[in-house]
């Protein structure tokens, strides 16, 4: 499949829902690299969201809508700011994978630094402090009270990760051809520093200022992109968030360089913040931080492959700096291990 069958789409979701009248209107606003996103538009000028897989080249395991929407569906009465999820496809006469629908939830997705630079210094600095606190009370969570305990195996969380996303890169690796023996390299020295794990909970897989929504509050209004969510150990989040974050100083950002701008807190800002919220002992976090610049290179890896096998969806992003990219983290790993 090529392109989802939107006349299909539109006669389900007037099916299952009563407040989104047709006919409506379909955006991409994300493709390729991750789950499609489509703002959905009614006759009404009403907003919602729809996500369905990539069309091709799905890696094992990924991109599972059912359980992205048992996620949110679990943690929208929750501290956790989520979109309200609207209903679930199974039906793969509409489409041949699961997708769902939830609710568009108004505000900023701060992707490039041109969004914030219109948001005071004292307003950026709240957004900051919202992101953390936000990550300590999902780490928090008692999963058994949102009924998420059978979301996977809490113990074990780095070297399943490891396994995992070392089996997937070589996969990609294989399709298009590509060599990379630091990563090998680093993943080698990971599996033999992994630390006991201390902090069992729910950990979202890609927490980043991008994947957020930020209200006119300054306040986190939601949290997005729970496809690799699980159970595990969350100081793999703050690592993500650290490696994500950007300064001033950086000669090289692996995002835009939103974070670099004043106001928003430095990266030990945000480990010292993270530290009085939650109480938690950090000391091992250069690995967790070593161990997320590695799985993003394998991750990356995937969305190359997928891009250079023609998954695009109409996304027309430019990954030809993709491959330099994987090199780079993989260095960035190797180094961060030097700092235990």
């Known amino acids: 499949m090529t392109t989802l069958d939107f006349d299909r789409v539109a006669i389900w979701i007037e099916r299952v829902q009563d407040l989104y009248l047709p006919p409506y209107t379909f955006e991409l606003v994300a493709g390729g690299r991750s ?7 009614d006759k009404d000028q009403r907003r919602f969201i729809l996500r369905h897989p990539p069309l091709s080249h799905v890696l094992p395991t990924a991109h599972d809508m059912e359980r992205e929407y048992k996620i949110i569906s679990a943690l929208y009465h929750s501290k956790v700011p989520v979109p309200k999820p609207i209903s679930l496809c199974k039906d793969t006469s509409v489409t041949d994978r699961p997708f769902y629908i939830m609710e568009f939830v108004e505000g900023r997705i701060l992707r490039q630094p041109s969004e914030a630079e219109n948001l ?4 950026r ?3 900051s402090e919202s992101l953390v606190k936000t990550l300590v009370d999902l780490h928090l969570l008692d999963v058994k ?4 305990q059978d979301l996977g195996k809490t113990e074990g969380y780095l070297e399943r990760q490891l396994r995992r996303w070392s089996h997937q890169f070589n996969n990609s690796a294989a399709e298009v051809g590509l060599n990379y023996p630091i990563i090998d390299m680093a993943h080698k020295r990971l599996v033999a520093l ?5 902090y069992s909970g729910i950990v979202h ?12 509050d300054a306040q986190v209004a939601a949290v997005l992109d729970w496809e690799i969510c699980t159970l595990g150990d969350t100081l793999a989040d703050l690592g993500m968030l650290v490696v994500y ?3 001033a100083e950086d000669e090289v950002t692996l995002l835009a360089s939103t974070t670099s701008l004043p106001g928003f807190y430095s990266r030990s800002q945000v480990i010292d913040r993270y530290v009085n919220l939650s109480g938690r002992d950090l000391s091992d976090l250069p690995y967790y931080v070593s161990f997320s610049y590695w799985k993003l290179a394998c991750i990356l890896a995937g969305v190359y492959a997928r891009y250079m096998q023609g998954a695009r969806a109409g996304d027309p992003s430019d990954v030809t700096q993709y491959k330099a990219q994987i090199s780079y983290l993989g260095e960035m790993s190797l180094s961060r291990l030097e700092d235990l």
Request: net charge negative; glycine share 6%; charged share 15%.
């Open 194 to 198: 992994t630390p006991p794990q201390r």
């Open 145 to 148: 009270q949102v009924h998420l």
């Open 245 to 247: 974050w950007s300064e």
């Open 120 to 123: 005071s210094v004292s307003m």
């Open 205 to 216: 897989g890609d927490y980043r200022l991008d994947n957020t929504v930020i209200g006119d």
């Open 35 to 41: 789950n499609l996103t489509y703002v959905v538009t």
């Open 125 to 127: 600095s709240h957004i």
